[in-house]
C-alpha cells in the first residue's frame, strides 16, 4: 500500500501554499474544469433526472453487493476469463505479480488506475524485476518525475508546461537536448514517440475499470486518449484492477452513469473512448489479449457496507467535488497524503486507513456544500465528514486543545438559555470594541485566524436568532 503521510496535512498544506509554481497550475485548473462542467449540466435539462437514477442504480447495487459480484464472477469464468479476489494490497500485487511471472513479462503497460497507486502496485513491479510503464500522458509524466497523482482525473494537473519539458529532457536522454519543447504539440508528439513502441513490445497490460457490468461480465474503461485500448488489446494477459464497488447490474446501468460521467468530470458529453471488454480473445477475434483477468480489491470497503459511510461507494471517481473544494484550490492533491485527494478522499480515506491516520482530513473543509451539490451520484460528502469528525473526537484523536473546545461549546449548546445569554454578550462586547475599527488585527483565542487575516469586528445588533425572534419569527419551526 502506498505510504500515507495524511497525519502531516498541516505541514504539507503550508508547504504548498508557498509553492509558487503550483498555485500557478491551480490557478490555471479552477477554470476550465468547472465551466466546462456547468456548461455541460446546462445542455442536458434532465441531468438532475439522470443523477437521481444514477444514485438509485448504485444504492440497490450496494444492498445486493454480494449477489452482483458473483453474478460478475460467472459472467467473466463462462466468457473464458478469471476472477481473483484480494483482500489487502499484499494479496492484489502478489496476485498480479504471479500472472506475471508465469507469462515472463519483463514490461508491462498500464493504464490509469487509482487502484494500482492505492495498493503500490509500481513500486512492487521495480522491487521484482518488471518495468511498469505508465501510458495516460499525465501518468506518464508523474512516473518521469517520480510523484504520486495529484488528482484523480488529472494526475499531472500540478505540473507546469516548462516542468514537463525539463523532466522530458532529463529522461528522454537520447534526444537532442536543445530540441525545441516549447509548444504543448511537441511535448505531446515527443510522449506518442516514446510510448508507442513500449505498447507494441509490453507482456502484460494492466487497467482500471470504471464499470463492471455484473450481466455480461464486462469491464469498462474511460479515456480521451486510447492508451487504454492499446494496453489491453495488444499484450498476451489484460488485467484489470478494480475494487468491488465499481459492479454495475446492466448495460443500461451503465450506460445510464456514463452520461452524468464524463460532464461532471471534464465537461464533455462523452469521453473520447469508452471500451467495453469481455473475457479474451476468441478464435475469429482480430486481435486482443490472450488471457483476461479480473482483480477484485476489497482492502476495507466490506467494512463500510451497512455503515454511515456506505453512500461514499457510490462513487465513480469524476473528480468534480475536487475541481469545485475551496481548500483543494489551494493546497492541490499531494497535501492530502494519499492516494484519493478532496472532499473524496476526506471521506475515502480515513474510511479505508483509519481515522487515527487521516483525522486531518475530514476537517479539512470549508463545508460550503459544493462538493455534495456538484456530486453526480448526490453523495452526502459534508454530512459524512461529520460523523468522521465524531469518530475523531470520540476516539480521542486530534488536538487536545480542539476537543476541550467542542466540550466547552457542548456544554453551552445543551444549555439554549446561557448559550443564548453569553452569545449576545459576547457580541455586545467584541461589537462596542470594534466601533470605529470593524475588525481586530489581534485578538485572544482566535490566532489561528488572525495569523493569516483579520477578524471581523460583529455588529452590535444581537445574534441572528434574537433578530429573528424580534420579527416574530419563531426559532424551532424555521416559520
Known amino acids: 500500500m502506498q505510504e500515507a503521510t495524511t497525519r502531516h496535512f498541516i505541514n504539507n498544506a503550508r508547504k504548498a501554499l508557498d509553492d509558487e509554481n503550483l498555485q500557478v497550475a491551480l490557478t490555471k485548473m479552477k477554470t476550465g474544469f468547472v465551466e466546462r462542467r456547468s456548461e455541460a449540466r446546462a445542455r442536458l435539462p434532465e ?24 453474478r460478475f464472477e460467472r459472467r467473466v ?42 495498493i503500490g502496485l509500481n513500486d512492487f513491479f521495480e522491487e521484482n524485476g ?67 513502441q513500449k505498447f507494441i513490445d509490453a507482456d502484460v497490460g494492466v487497467t482500471g475499470a470504471n464499470f463492471l457490468i455484473a450481466e ?23 488485467i484489470v484492477l478494480a475494487s468491488l464497488e465499481k459492479v454495475v447490474p446492466t448495460l443500461d446501468d451503465a450506460s445510464t452513469i456514463l452520461r452524468v460521467l464524463a460532464r461532471s468530470a471534464t465537461g464533455q458529453e462523452a ?5 467495453f471488454s469481455t473475457g479474451p480473445r476468441r478464435a475469429d477475434d482480430p486481435d486482443g489479449p490472450g488471457e483476461y483477468h479480473v482483480v477484485l480489491l476489497d482492502n476495507g470497503r466490506s467494512k463500510m457496507i451497512g455503515t454511515e459511510f456506505q453512500e461514499m461507494l457510490r462513487c465513480i471517481r469524476c473528480g468534480a467535488c475536487l475541481n ?53 451520484m448526490r453523495i452526502p460528502l459534508p454530512k459524512m465528514m461529520r460523523h468522521l469528525r465524531e469518530q475523531q473526537f470520540d476516539s480521542g484523536y486530534g488536538p487536545a486543545t480542539m476537543r476541550s473546545g467542542i466540550k466547552i461549546w457542548a456544554f453551552y449548546a445543551k444549555r439554549p438559555a446561557l448559550y443564548h445569554f453569553l452569545a449576545g454578550l459576547k457580541i455586545w462586547v467584541l461589537g462596542m470594541l470594534g466601533r470605529g475599527k470593524g475588525r481586530f488585527r489581534r485578538f485572544p483565542g482566535v490566532s489561528g485566524w488572525t495569523k493569516y487575516r483579520d477578524f471581523p469586528a460583529p455588529q452590535t ?17 424555521g416559520k
Open 271 to 275: 469521453s473520447v473512448y469508452t471500451t
Open 47 to 70: 441531468f438532475d433526472e439522470i443523477r437521481d437514477r444514477a444514485r438509485e442504480i448504485k444504492d440497490h447495487t450496494l444492498e445486493h453487493l454480494d449477489y452482483y459480484l458473483e
Open 216 to 238: 455480461t461480465g464486462t469491464s469498462v474503461i474511460v479515456t480521451n486518449e486510447g492508451n487504454g485500448d492499446l494496453t489491453q488489446t495488444i499484450p498476451k494477459a489484460h
Open 77 to 118: 469464468t463462462e466468457q473464458g476469463g478469471h476472477v481473483h479476489w484480494c483482500s489487502t494490497p499484499e494479496d492484489a500485487r502478489q496476485t498480479i505479480l504471479d500472472i506475471c511471472c508465469r507469462l515472463d513479462a519483463k514490461t508491462v503497460t498500464k493504464g490509469k488506475t487509482m487502484i494500482a497507486e492505492e
Open 130 to 196: 518488471v518495468e511498469p510503464i505508465e501510458t495516460d500522458l499525465g501518468e506518464y509524466i508523474i512516473q518521469l518525475r517520480r510523484e504520486p497523482p495529484s488528482h484523480i482525473i488529472a494526475p499531472a494537473v500540478h505540473v507546469l508546461k516548462h516542468e514537463v519539458a525539463e523532466a522530458f529532457v532529463e529522461k528522454h536522454t537520447d534526444r537532442d537536448p536543445n530540441r525545441p519543447l516549447e509548444e504543448p504539440r511537441a511535448l505531446l508528439d515527443e510522449a506518442r514517440e516514446e510510448l508507442r
Open 461 to 477: 445588533g444581537g445574534t441572528f436568532q434574537s433578530q429573528w425572534s424580534a420579527r416574530g419569527g419563531d426559532r424551532r419551526s
Open 324 to 376: 469545485h473544494c475551496p481548500v483543494y484550490n489551494a493546497v492541490g492533491g499531494h497535501a492530502y497524503g494519499w492516494v484519493y485527494p478532496g472532499p473524496m478522499g476526506s471521506v475515502l480515506t480515513p474510511s479505508l486507513i483509519g481515522v487515527e491516520e487521516a483525522g486531518h482530513l475530514p476537517n479539512a473543509s470549508s463545508f460550503c456544500g459544493r462538493c455534495e451539490e456538484v456530486c453526480p
